[in-house]
């Protein structure tokens, strides 16, 4: 069974639209597709959330350079997609169109594919750069810890199980690493791993309005970046929740177990 290109399961994680069905069945069906796109929604969502007001500097060409050559791709696609005018000829189409009547040589512009494919460049460019933003923030939350006086717990909470897993319980705490850098340390014993779902770690406004996901829990603990800017007075119910590979960032409603911070 063929799977979905590289290209398609970018725009995926980033929410852009696909007009294929044929597609869209396939990620429904297709687990191993489905977890690649959770995973590149995870790392495009913790980028987003990790970038402080201001404006944002282009980034120069070695970027994409440097990234072009990591993923192997076409030598069609060196041109950096942020700053480059490709001409048509250069960028594959991404499907067939249909034939056009030709427009005078004075009125041409570049066709819906053109700047589909284009659309795409600058898509794999931003989900490129926010894995990369992702191991830079986890490389410095190490150094960090690394280098500096041990981080102050400044949180903590039981986690309750849910009715559905009552053999479950967690506990969690907040950590202050220092120059705003805070961490969520989770535990969790007892629940019964789902064949094909994941653990997802979320923090939760409370009024139950809003939620924010931190990351997928692998093993029975695990640490994570709280977003900088995120107010963890307001956003203060951790939940730890059972997900299926079904390519939807939100929450499934299926908590394992969930707790409220208490402020040292």
Known sequence: ????????LALL????????????QHLAECRACAAEVNELSHAALVARSSIVDGSLETPPGAVWSRIHGELGLDAALAADPLTASPE????P???????????????????RATMR?????R????LAASAALVVALGTGVWVVRTLSTPAAVV?????????DHPQSAGEAEVADEGDGVRTLTVTLEGDEQKAGDYREVWLIRNDGEA???????????????VPEGVDLGQYNLVDISFEPLDGDPGHSGDSIVRGELDFI
Do not use: Q
């Open 211 to 225: 939620l924010i996901s931190l990351g997928v829990l692998e093993d029975a603990s695990g640490s994570f970046l």
């Open 1 to 8: 069974m063929s799977h979905l290109d590289d290209e398609t």
């Open 123 to 126: 898509t794999l460019w931003v």
């Open 155 to 163: 949180a903590s909470a039981e986690l309750d199980a849910f009715p």
């Open 93 to 111: 189409s991404l499907r067939p169109e249909p034939a056009a009547e030709a427009a005078p040589a004075a009125e041409a512009v570049p066709g």
């Open 117 to 121: 494919a284009r659309r795409s460049l």
């Open 88 to 91: 048509p000829s250069v960028l």
């Open 13 to 24: 994680a980033m929410g852009e639209r696909i007009d294929s069905d044929a597609d869209l």
